[in-house]
């Protein structure tokens, strides 16, 4: 297995896992778009298999997490399917599955999906303005490094499910992303940013009265918390400045900043009690 990451750009829960797997994991210079074009010619040029979203079998996949729901919530969907964006697979997988199982009467009523981008990683979303008539890649820049992506390649695939659902495509600032993170972590399901778009984004859908109330919503959290662990950290530590978080300030409140004691158990039990008043 090759894992090709862009160098500095990765979060270092799933570099850890690369490497402590045995993965051959090379640091390219560029982003996520550069590397996925390199492999995309290696694979063509040198019969290797490419297993990100562009391999077919993975999509299919993907799309047993509507079916998983649809079964778990006792045959039927919600109102509102919300996914965070990136390079698109779920979005596409989601659309596939439920035009599937609209031909196969599994549904009578199909959900909305609604793909959450982040702002400074959010080409899909700006194509959507345009009701997808231009598409244009951008360089992308957002603390959710699990949607930075600027050239997604299963854009084609993801409007054709937009548009079977009449769904809805909105994105999100790095301050709302990770003001989210923390209200989901506070509920014990820890996400990584990326994941946390999904709460951001129906916030942001429900304050424009897209999403009205008595509607249910799905959430779709794609990534454990510890696949971030430095982003989560430094949101309790608050230096998320540091980050380049736009509007950082805003999030101070999230702050859970660890406390140096001593080793002296009554010492401790006094300030357990101090905070327990």
């Given amino acids: 297995v090759f894992v090709l990451i862009p160098n500095g750009k990765i979060a270092q829960g799933k570099l850890a896992q690369a490497l402590a797997y045995g993965a051959h994991t090379l640091q ?3 982003g996520f778009d550069d590397a996925m074009h390199a492999v995309e010619q290696m694979a063509t040029q040198h019969n290797l298999t490419l297993v990100n979203s ?3 079998f993975r999509l299919e996949g993907q799309k047993t997490i509507i079916l998983d729901s649809f079964f778990q919530l006792g045959n039927m969907l919600p109102d509102w ?3 965070p964006g990136g390079n698109l697979g779920n979005t596409s997988a989601f659309g596939k599955a439920l035009i599937e199982m609209k031909a196969l009467g599994l549904i009578n009523r199909v959900p909305r999906l609604a793909v959450i981008q982040a702002e400074g990683a959010s080409p899909f979303a700006r194509a959507a303005q345009g009701d997808f008539q231009h598409f244009e890649p951008m360089q992308p820049e957002t603390v ?3 949607i930075r992506i600027g050239n997604p390649v299963n854009y084609d695939k993801a409007v054709r499910a937009i548009r079977f659902t009449n769904g809805i495509v909105t994105s999100v600032t790095d301050a709302e992303i990770l003001q989210a993170k923390h ?5 014990a399901i820890g996400c990584e940013p990326a994941s946390a778009a999904t709460l951001a984004g129906l916030r942001r859908l429900t304050r424009e009265h897209v999403v009205h109330p008595g509607e249910s919503a799905l959430l779709i959290i794609t990534g454990n918390l510890l696949k971030d662990p430095d982003t989560t950290i430094a949101l309790a530590t608050g230096q998320t400045a540091a980050l380049g978080v736009q509007g950082a300030p805003s999030l101070d ?3 859970n900043q660890p406390r140096h004691v001593p080793s002296d158990p009554e010492t401790i039990a006094r300030i ?3 905070e327990l008043q």
Avoid: S
Avoid at 183 to 187: F, H, M, N, V
């Fill in 28 to 30: 390219i210079d560029g």
């Fill in 54 to 56: 562009l391999n077919p």
């Fill in 81 to 83: 399917i919300v996914v």
């Fill in 144 to 146: 959710a490094t699990a």
């Fill in 183 to 187: 209200d989901l972590d506070r509920q």
């Fill in 253 to 255: 409140a999230c702050a």
């Fill in 272 to 274: 357990i009690e101090e």
